[in-house]
Each structure stands twice: as structure tokens, then as C-alpha cells.
């Protein structure tokens, strides 16, 4: 019979390794991204840009998480089947609350979930050039060029998508980065912790 020590780390469940995830999200902006390939139908295009969307706003909300108790199986659990973050209007709910996504990400967003499950939920043949309101997209990469399009709409909205994603990526990463160095510097953290508690303890109270 196996010890409690091996048992417990035969049953722990595989860490969640969110700098795996960025890298290879990384590596498809430098050699290439699916939806934006040429000669794609439309509906690849939004299911193909939207997927990798999804993608990106779970790693943005995972970046705020502790990387110490970020398992697999967590992720699973917050993000897969019935998770609280499951779907795809949650992710930017949560994001925009959490100011992960602000300003222009956060309007194109809503503007690209509602052509997601315009696509997504219709049973006859849909086309980008039918949602003028991709005209109104504002997001922009420099990062990854998209190569002109006859449809503007579908040029607007491949653009509008790249963008988010380059942003969400780089958000991530500071967030990381962020985490990290309070990690590294915790003993100056918790000396300015103990400066704000002398400052409230030694404050007069107020006057009835």
C-alpha cells in the first residue's frame, strides 16, 4: 500500500502552467493565425477569431490568480462545462469588471459577442458584410498585420480581433509580472502594511 505521501501526489491534480499557454497563444501571432488566412468563409472567420478571444480573456482572468494553488483541474472546474466562467459573455463580464478590458477593447467586445451568436445560432448562411456595425470597430494592432479585404466589414472585424488579442496577451504578462514582484518583495509589502496599521492605531478618533 502505497504511503499518504505518494498517494497525495499521485491525486494531485497537474499545475496549470498560464506561461505555457501565453508562449504558445505567442507563437501563433508571430507565425501565423488562423482566421486570418485568406479565402476563409465567414462563419470560420467568426468562430475561428471568437474561439481564440475566448482564449485570451480566460488567460487574462487566470493572470490574477495564484500561481501556487492554479491547478488544472481549477481551471476546469472555473472555466469548462457549468463553471461560473464558462461562457464567453461571462469571460467579458468579468474582465470589464476587473478592468482587464477598458475603453475601445471593452465596446468592440460587444459588439463581436453579438456577431458570435448571431453566427453561432443561426441555421441559415450569415456574412460579415451583413453587420454594418463592424464599421464602428476601433481596435487596432500594430503588431499583426491584416491584409486588405474587398468586405470591409470582415477586414474591420479580423483587425478589431488581432487587437484584442495582442492586448489581452500583454495584459497578462504584466499582470504576471506584477504578481511576481510583490512575491519577491513580500517583506517590504508587509513593513508598509505594518506602517499603514501604527498610522490608523495612533490616529486621533473622531469628535462626538
Do not use: W
Not at 16 to 34: F, K, N, P, R, T
Not at 85 to 93: N, R, V, Y
Not at 136 to 152: G, H, I, N, W
Amino acid at each position: 500500500m502505497a504511503d499518504d505521501s505518494t498517494s497525495s501526489k499521485r491525486s494531485a491534480s497537474p499545475r496549470y502552467d498560464i506561461m505555457e499557454e501565453i508562449a504558445a497563444v505567442s507563437h501563433g501571432l508571430h507565425h501565423g493565425v488562423a482566421f486570418l488566412k485568406p479565402g476563409l468563409a465567414d462563419i470560420a472567420v467568426v468562430l475561428l477569431a471568437t474561439s481564440l478571444i475566448e482564449r485570451v480573456l480566460r488567460m487574462s482572468l487566470i493572470s490574477g490568480f495564484r500561481a501556487s494553488v492554479t491547478s488544472k483541474t481549477l481551471v476546469a472546474n472555473v472555466f469548462e462545462g457549468k463553471g461560473p466562467l464558462a461562457t464567453f459573455s461571462a469571460k467579458i463580464d468579468v474582465c470589464t469588471g476587473l478592468g482587464n478590458i477598458v475603453g475601445d477593447a471593452r465596446h468592440d467586445l460587444k459588439i463581436i459577442n453579438t456577431i458570435r451568436n448571431g453566427f453561432a445560432h443561426s441555421p441559415t448562411e450569415l456574412h460579415l458584410s451583413d453587420y454594418t456595425q463592424c464599421r464602428s470597430l476601433r481596435v487596432t494592432s500594430a503588431a499583426v498585420a491584416v491584409e486588405p479585404d474587398e468586405c470591409l466589414e470582415r477586414q474591420m472585424f479580423k483587425r478589431s480581433c488581432i487587437g484584442i488579442i495582442a492586448q489581452a496577451c500583454f495584459g497578462s504578462l504584466v499582470r504576471i509580472a506584477q504578481h511576481r514582484f510583490l512575491e519577491a518583495n513580500d517583506e517590504g509589502v508587509r513593513r508598509e502594511y505594518d506602517a499603514m496599521i501604527r498610522s490608523i492605531d495612533s490616529s486621533e478618533a473622531p469628535s462626538e
